[in-house]
């Protein structure tokens, strides 16, 4: 029987992979992506619990618009032909922070989308704000217009593109070492409007004296500009319209099939082996999963590049993730709830927050999304969708025993419900119609991700965006292998992993190009 070849073999249908997947279809590339679960999605898919449709982790899309050709998202989509085949709802408002700030008094700030709204509102929850706030904005459309330059223009970053990023946008340079309070501060940004301002940490898992400045106003001055959105039908519409795309140009996709080996030949990744011992070739693999899994579990220990493997363990794991996701026998208009995003904390200083979740019993920060508040028709009428998600910062649940593992998941339950009804005033434990508990034990069999990790690798000060792009040519030591995902060089979230999954896709393309040109020369 002939073996199977291909072009390029995706492993792994998370965004990333879908995405990596759907790029080289189109350009014509014999294509096979691989998946251990029975659907497409990884952490962008849904699942059911009695009458209630939970999506498993989406709470908004960042750098994406209702209008074609705004935002890089949207580029993405549009360029691959599903923007138009979802259907998108818009969220109402950026979010509502509700904390303690650095001089004891409670901060409760709902913040608007769009620029003015959003300096207007702060202005008036921080008289005297205005100033500073303008000029944040104003840098944030500066160094957004730096990080699609280098998107745009290049496939591997150059000293021609640097010159040229120091010529064009020459604050991108001067901030790009900094984190976001070292820049907040040099703009004279009040105190409790930096940290309104900083809410969004929680969604990078990094405090913000360490998290990179430049990756935090790419992200938030895109939300504040062209608000967020989510597919109607939860994150499983977008990863079906992708794997449809696939499909469509005579690309494969397989679903049970788990690769349990990458293979070699003389240096180069030519194939895989399934767990049930089937072997695919190939001339080019895209893995959408983490390095240390790779490295470690799915490589001989000879394939493994010595600059990959030190690379590899200098890098510290991001935040673990945890979620209760509640569906409630009362409508939003029952319980009081108006807001469909929140952001609860102890406190406003991110440092001290992030100190305290690196312990499951002194850590009670969430961000809360009521999905009902942007998507009506989500649920049955008289029902409420609540998903509460929190991060830890150390691999803490790694201490739970089996023994111990129920009842802590519903400890981890009960303290975060109940922080949010202290912290709104809204009461939600007596409407519980069903309950789920994701720990991080969940997360790491369902994703297969070290420690339940959701956020990639740490983006701190040392390995932060800026970084890894300016290393991305000199850290592809593996030939033929490539990764994609929120490992990768553009960090965690979904948009963050669509642009991991194209960027490589064209990279292995240019890799084949040259393969090419090669060979042609000999």
Known sequence: ?????????????????????????????????????????????????????????????????????????????????????????????????????????????????????FIETME?????????????????????????????????????????????????????????????????????????????????????????????????????????????????????????????????IRYNSHVSRILFRDGHACGVILKNGERINCNHIICNCSPTTVYSKMMKKSDVPVSALKRTNARTFGARGACVYLGLNRSPEELGIKNYSYFITNTADSASQFSLMKSIDTNSAQATVCLNIANPDCSPAGTTILCIT???????????????????????????ISKFEDATGITIHKYIEEIEVATPATFARYTNTPQGVIYGYLGDDWDSVVPRFMTEAIDCDTPGLRFCGGWGTQLSGVNSAVASGRNAAYATLYDIAEERSDNNEE
């Open 390 to 416: 929190t991060l830890y910062t150390d691999n803490c649940w790694a201490d739970v025993t089996p023994e111990g593992y129920f009842d802590e998941k519903d400890l981890l339950a009960a303290r975060l």
């Open 1 to 117: 029987m002939t073996e199977k070849h291909y072009d390029i073999i995706v492993i792994g249908a998370g965004c990333g992979g879908l995405t990596a997947a759907t790029c080289a279809a189109k350009e014509g590339k014999k294509v096979l992506l691989l998946e251990r679960h029975n659907a497409p999605g990884g952490f962008s898919s849904s699942f059911v619990r009695g009458r209630f449709e939970f999506d498993v982790s989406l709470h908004e899309l960042c750098r994406f618009s209702n209008e074609a050709g705004l935002g890089e998202l949207r580029v993405i989509f549009d360029s691959l032909g599903i923007s138009d085949k979802i259907q998108w709802t818009t969220i109402p408002e950026a979010f509502r922070l509700i904390s303690r700030s650095y001089d004891g008094s409670k901060i409760d700030a709902t913040m608007p989308f769009g620029v003015e709204n």
């Open 124 to 252: 008036q929850y921080v008289p005297g704000s205005k100033e500073s706030m303008t000029k944040l904005f104003k840098l944030g459309d500066e160094i957004e217009e730096a990080i699609d330059y280098f998107a745009a223009n290049e496939i591997k970053p150059s000293f021609k593109s640097i010159r040229n990023i120091m010529k064009k946008y020459g604050n991108f340079v001067k901030t790009a070492p900094y984190s976001v309070n070292e820049v907040l501060d040099a703009l004279k940004v009040p105190k409790k409007a930096q940290e309104i301002f900083n809410a969004y940490w929680l969604y990078l898992g990094v405090d913000c004296d360490r998290l990179s400045f430049t990756h935090y106003i790419v992200m938030v001055n895109s939300y504040i500009r062209l608000g967020a959105f989510i597919p109607t039908l939860r994150s499983h519409a977008m990863s079906m319209a992708l794997a449809g795309v696939i499909e469509d140009n005579n690309g494969e």
